[in-house]
């Protein structure tokens, strides 16, 4: 049998021999790099202290006690901050006499602007432990907030990834941060990331490092009752494309170079045998729950399976990293015109789970032929009958998987419906190029020209 090695070398001498116009015979700095010389031979797994049960928000208070907090700055959304999530917690504060201020301004979503509303109050609160309730954006927010206000003279860009920003590696001590998430999606309380709207470039980018993990995660399935039809739909399909794209990224010794000291080894490392494992547990679940828990929101057995997931799927995802699907979802939602879904409010909104999943189907029909065996695998796992498929038609197969899920979920035609025409994939192109962290860990090089097909067989997907 081929090595999956000399395949990939393979396809990468097809890539520039095919081709040699500006776009594929230039090998810009997206694309992935497969010289011996460069590659890592080594992985690590990371991640926050998780605990999982129904009802465990009630213990927070006394984490906090147990922690040394004396003045804590609990963060949340305006919509939640009125909910059940954050009547609990409150409860379990004032219970174990915690001292807290509520910042409840996160943006859905959030901006360079609205995080740095998050992190001036944070300055001025002198806070020395954090408690973030919400989804990711809150969570996102009250991550860079912790560092901000602990290195109070860093530029807002020092932190942020290059090349928007310096990308420069925290050092300072962070204040304990508790992240108790009322979403099933993002897994954004087991990882080191921080993402954000930069507005100027009109793409997310984000911090991204190990110290920016919560201390603690409470995955409390109680919250999830609450989560209305569009946000489980959105951030579900969050957790299906974290665990499919930490599933098919490159293996961690096709990415390079290994770092001179272990501790610059980076958070997105690449596929490995242990992240494998949390996407095999999250694709059966997905296939189980996802829609049992959209379309009954009082069935507690799925909500709290795809609350579990999602949390799973993080650690997958924080040590392994996601690729195409997520790199070109950053401009798709930073360049949002004038869609509006239910459920999130009244301003133009492209959700991150629906940014993402839009160009699924078209991005797997791309990287199929980089490991036929595992993408037909995601298939089975998400109940496909794969006996009779062929290798050959791998991406194919998981494609169409995926549009059943979300024909079944209701998602929207592609991204016409999502308001763009032809006219906008430049700009959607040249929003995806910075996201190198993320292009390259895709298991196939791709040209700008490919991203542009890309997007336009994402025009319309069924
Ligand atoms: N840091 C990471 O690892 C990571 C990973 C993926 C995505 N993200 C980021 O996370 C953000 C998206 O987060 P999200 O999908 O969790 O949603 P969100 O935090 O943006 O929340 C979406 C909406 O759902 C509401 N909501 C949340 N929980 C609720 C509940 N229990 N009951 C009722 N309403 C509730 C919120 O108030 C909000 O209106 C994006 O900015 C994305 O880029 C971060
Ligand atoms: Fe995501």
């Not at 609160?125 to 954090?130: A, K, L, S, Y």
């Not at 420069?168 to 941060?177: A, E, I, M, Y």
């Not at 490919?450 to 336009?456: A, I, P, Q, V």
Request: aromatic share 8%; charged share 20%.
């Amino acid at each position: 049998m081929v090595s999956r090695k000399r395949v990939f070398d393979l396809l990468r001498t097809i890539n520039i021999a095919s081709c040699q116009c500006p776009a594929h015979g230039h090998r810009g700095n997206f694309h992935v790099t497969n010289t011996a010389i460069s590659k890592d031979y080594a992985f690590e797994i990371k991640s926050t202290t998780v605990r999982y049960g129904l009802g465990v928000t009630k213990e927070l208070g006394q984490d906090l006690v147990n922690l040394g907090t004396k003045n804590v700055c609990v963060m949340t959304d305006a919509n939640l901050v009125s909910l059940k999530p954050m009547k609990a917690v409150l409860d379990s504060l004032t219970r174990n006499g915690v001292n807290y201020k509520v910042y409840d301004r996160v943006k859905v979503e959030p901006t360079d602007s609205s995080f740095k509303d998050a992190i001036a109050f944070a300055k001025e609160g002198q806070f020395d432990g954090f408690v973030a309730v919400g989804g990711g954006s809150v969570m996102d927010t009250c991550k860079a907030a912790n560092l901000y206000s602990c290195d109070p003279r860093a530029e807002f860009l020092d932190y942020v990834n290059q090349p928007v920003g310096k990308g420069k590696p925290v050092t300072v001590p962070l204040n304990p941060l508790i992240a108790i998430p009322t979403t099933s999606g993002t897994g954004s309380e087991t990882t080191g990331l921080s993402i954000f709207d930069f507005e100027e470039i009109r793409a997310k980018t984000g911090i991204s490092h190990g110290s920016l993990r919560p201390t603690l995660a409470l995955i409390d399935p109680l919250h999830t009752l609450s989560v209305p039809r569009n946000v489980a739909i959105f951030s579900g399909f969050d957790v299906f494309c974290h665990a499919l794209e930490s599933f098919t990224a490159i293996p961690y010794t096709e990415r390079g170079p290994a770092p001179e000291n272990p501790k610059l080894r980076p958070v997105y490392q690449g596929s490995n045998p242990i992240s494998d494992v949390w996407a095999r547990f999250c694709l059966q679940t997905l296939r189980k729950y996802f829609s049992r828990s959209v379309h009954n929101p009082d069935d507690i057995e799925a909500r709290s399976s795809m609350h579990l997931a999602a949390t799973m799927a993080g650690v997958g995802i924080g040590n392994a990293g996601v690729h195409l699907c997520h790199g070109l979802a950053y401009p798709i939602a930073g360049n949002v015109k004038d869609y509006i879904p239910d459920d999130y409010g009244t301003d133009p909104i492209i959700p991150h789970g629906l940014a993402v999943s839009i160009t699924a189907p078209a991005v797997f029909r791309f990287t199929g032929n980089s490991d036929p065996d595992k993408h037909l695998e995601a298939a089975q796992l998400l109940g496909e009958d794969i006996a009779a498929k062929k290798r050959s038609d791998a991406g194919n197969v998981l494609a169409e998987v995926i549009l059943k899920y979300m024909d079944l979920l209701g998602i929207e035609n592609g991204l016409d419906a999502l308001g763009y025409t032809a006219d906008d994939i430049p700009a959607l192109v040249k929003g995806a190029l910075p996201q190198h962290r993320l292009l390259q860990l895709t298991p196939v090089p791709q040209s700008e020209e490919d991203l542009s097909k890309l997007l336009e067989n994402s025009l319309t997907i069924y």
